[in-house]
């Protein structure tokens, strides 16, 4: 059974400061890591993707991912109140063939 | 990325009715998805559609309440059959041209069955 484990939140971060959105996953197979952000009402956007150990950072994102512990997380600098949103994380087990697993999501608000 | 152009973008249905979901994809690919997201919660995975082959559905999803077709490599349908209630959810296409690419999502289609 694949599942992927996010905290529903909310997550309430001050503007300007550092929001870190976390994930673990069950299936030790998984490949692909990619996180979402999905505005109410809206499908999900991709923001990062992350496919080896280690650190990955594109602008203000930075996506960590840590294979022996199963953990993948998200961290958002600078945050911005329109970075509020929920936040998916997804897991592909078996390359494209498989589609994604996602998490429920994390709600994140950030207070002006 | 692949543009993917969902229709309809919502649609109210009576009980008991089917409604056929469109998506379209700007370039070919190989694997297409169709997912679930029900109110507040996440996306749960119905089927992957290859081209030229059946459906492959996940576990809860069966094929006489979800069919889908696979026409060609830029296009799929799925139909929501015998509506009820329980099935007012957004539907979204997603594409996924191979191992260790990104995932795209249509803009969804919002179904309330009444």
């Known amino acids: 059974q694949k599942e992927v484990e996010q905290n529903s939140g909310p997550l309430s971060v001050p503007e300007g400061a550092i929001a870190s959105l976390n994930c673990t996953y069950s299936?030790?197979?998984?490949?692909?890591f990619f996180w979402y952000r999905q505005y109410s009402g809206k499908s999900p956007e991709l923001i990062m993707s992350i496919y080896s150990n280690g650190d990955k950072e594109d602008g203000r994102f930075t996506a960590q991912l840590n294979k022996a512990s199963q953990y993948v997380s998200l961290l958002i600098r600078d945050s911005q109140p329109s970075d509020s949103a929920t936040y998916l994380c997804a897991v592909n087990v078996g390359g494209g063939a498989d589609g994604l697993t996602f998490g429920k999501g994390t709600h994140l608000i950030i207070q002006p | 990325s692949a543009v993917i152009s969902q229709k309809p973008s919502r649609d109210i249905c009576q009980r008991g009715t089917s409604l056929t979901i469109q998506c379209q994809v700007d370039s070919q690919v190989t694997m297409m998805f169709w997912y679930r997201q029900q109110p507040g919660q996440s996306l749960t995975l119905i089927a992957t559609a290859n081209q030229g082959s059946e459906a492959t559905y996940e576990s809860g999803f069966v094929i006489d309440k979800f069919p889908i077709s696979r026409p060609n490599l830029t296009f799929s349908t799925l139909t929501v059959s015998n509506m009820s209630p329980e099935d007012s959810s957004i539907y979204l296409c997603?594409?996924?041209?191979?191992?260790?690419?990104?995932?795209?999502f249509g803009q969804g289609t919002r179904l309330t069955v009444v």
């Open positions: 299936d030790r197979g998984s490949q692909s």
């Open positions: 997603s594409v996924d041209a191979g191992q260790n690419t990104e995932a795209f």
